[in-house]
């Protein structure tokens, strides 16, 4: 049970000391930078409403307002202490806070799931008690922390979801199909299980297809979904290598054969199909099984997540053997067949289908669909499954996310204030005043150094006042503005 004005940087227990005395107002707001990611501009806003439920609201209640005040002064004195030395910072302030018994702030955000241009502001913050104008940057660190992440990985999935949309528009007769078509199964690679959760929460903006169960529950209780009534998440019955090893090598055909036809005679079932010789599964035991899937209800997904995606699903012309060159599904296609559909492009048979679920980069995915279209085939012949390379290898600087203050208020008096280093090349150069974020035709753009009257006409709206959320938005809503 720690105290959350404790979840922050060390130098910024000090800062309410440091600002010109008479400060009593300080003005942040949230923007992404710079993309680190060719050809992406405009970056998907998903977490803060989370942020607040949990830290601003249920933790300080819980664990903050509702302990006895001298257990909580306490307990941020002794941690003062030995981390900086003889408490010099005072406990007042902290005592204040208790006193008053709710964060004095206000939030005011655009709508989640909307996309924002590059250093277009997403939400802004600021106190309304003067005496607690410290609050607004020292929740810097813990709102930074928290917040990057789903936006990132909400942007990253939607760049995802464009590609895999323009190739099943192109070729596919079952566009609908891309719900599925990206599965994420990133959570065992991610830094811990929130991080897990945030960034497979920012996936389902996009795509329903999921093997981080916890992120539904993530969003029921945060974004108010309800798994009752619409598809939050899903996926489907799947095979390991320690399933298919324990079956042994000599045994595989036989681990294939009891799977579809007495563990799942019915449904869809991925097989992990490269645990020794993908070709071999490809080229003898399917052929010798297919009248078998063929009597399914349900179709058998063939996975393999080993060499290269592209080449594996497409083929490899400069491959050693038949197989290899012909790639997963034409090999699918010459056993189980399938029909051509309007666009002019194959699609494999109900009952037969693949999975590659390793490797895949947004590269890849494009790669794959321009080479299955290359060969003929819808894109929709495949599941992509998306993994911690593409959603935990970023950080707060693959979108140079940063909060800062642009606006202060001293003595009564307002400052606009700013950043521009002029040893930088332009990415830290930070708006200036009070800002404004008005519609630019389907997109955003900042207004900043404007008045009280003019702030409060733009686009962002009061989200949290005074220990108050004002808008509790819903996953159903956030989607449709994603997907718009």
Not at 44 to 50: K, M
Request: one cysteine or more; glycine letters at 8%.
């Amino acid at each position: 049970m720690t105290n959350p004005l404790l979840y922050t940087d060390g130098y910024k227990v000090d800062h309410r000391r440091q600002y010109p005395e008479g400060t009593s107002l300080v003005y942040s707001n949230w923007t992404p930078r710079k993309s680190r990611i060719e050809g992406v501009e405009e970056i998907v806003f998903f977490g803060l409403q989370y942020f607040i439920k949990k830290y601003i609201i249920a933790d300080f209640d819980n664990n903050f307002f509702a302990r006895p005040k001298e257990e909580v002064l306490r307990e941020y004195t002794r941690r003062i202490n030995n981390y900086l030395g003889p408490n010099a910072v005072g406990i007042d302030h902290i005592g204040d806070l208790h006193d008053l018994g709710y964060i004095p702030m206000v939030f005011k955000a655009l709508p989640e799931g909307v996309s924002v241009p590059i250093r277009v502001p997403m939400f802004t913050m600021f106190n309304t008690k003067t005496e607690f104008f410290w609050l607004t940057n020292y929740f810097e660190t813990i709102l930074s922390t928290t917040v990057w992440m789903p936006c990132n990985s909400a942007t990253i999935a939607k760049q995802y979801r464009l590609i895999l949309d323009k190739y099943a528009a192109e070729t596919s007769s079952v566009p609908e199909f891309v719900d599925w078509q990206g599965h994420d199964f990133s959570m065992r690679g991610m830094a811990g299980l929130e991080a897990a959760l945030m960034s497979a929460s920012g996936h389902l903006l996009s795509f329903t297809g999921t093997d981080t169960i916890p992120a539904i529950d993530f969003l029921e209780e945060y974004y108010n979904a309800n798994s009752d009534e619409e598809l939050v998440g899903g996926s489907v019955a799947a095979t390991e290598h320690s399933v298919m090893s324990m079956g042994t090598n000599e045994g595989e055909m036989q681990t294939f054969k009891r799977l579809v036809t007495e563990v799942y005679p019915n449904g869809v079932v991925s097989v992990v199909s490269d645990t020794w010789d993908l070709w071999k599964v490809l080229t003898e035991y399917l052929p010798a099984l297919k009248s078998e899937i063929l009597a399914r209800e349900g179709k058998v997904v063939i996975r393999p997540d080993s060499g290269d995606p592209v080449k594996i699903i497409c083929g490899n012309a400069e491959g050693e053997h038949e197989a290899e060159r012909k790639g997963v599904v034409e090999l699918l296609w010459d056993i189980f067949g399938g029909q051509v559909n309007d666009k002019g492009y194959k699609e494999l048979d109900a009952h037969i289908g693949a999975i590659y679920g390793d490797s895949i980069t947004l590269e890849r995915a494009r790669n794959i669909c321009e080479g299955l279209k290359a060969k003929g085939f819808a894109s929709t012949n495949v599941v992509l499954g998306v993994g911690s390379f593409t959603y935990q290898y970023n950080t707060r600087d693959t979108f140079g996310f940063a909060m800062k203050a642009t606006y202060g208020e001293v003595n009564g008096e307002g400052r606009n204030i700013y950043k521009d280093p002029v040893t930088d090349d332009g990415t830290k150069k930070s708006a200036k005043g009070l800002i404004k974020i008005v519609k630019d035709g389907d997109s955003y753009a900042l207004v900043d150094q404007v008045s009280w009257e003019e702030e409060g006409r733009g686009e962002l709206k009061e989200v949290f006042r005074d220990g108050k959320l004002l808008v509790d938005e819903k996953l159903s809503d956030i989607r449709s503005r994603v997907r718009k």
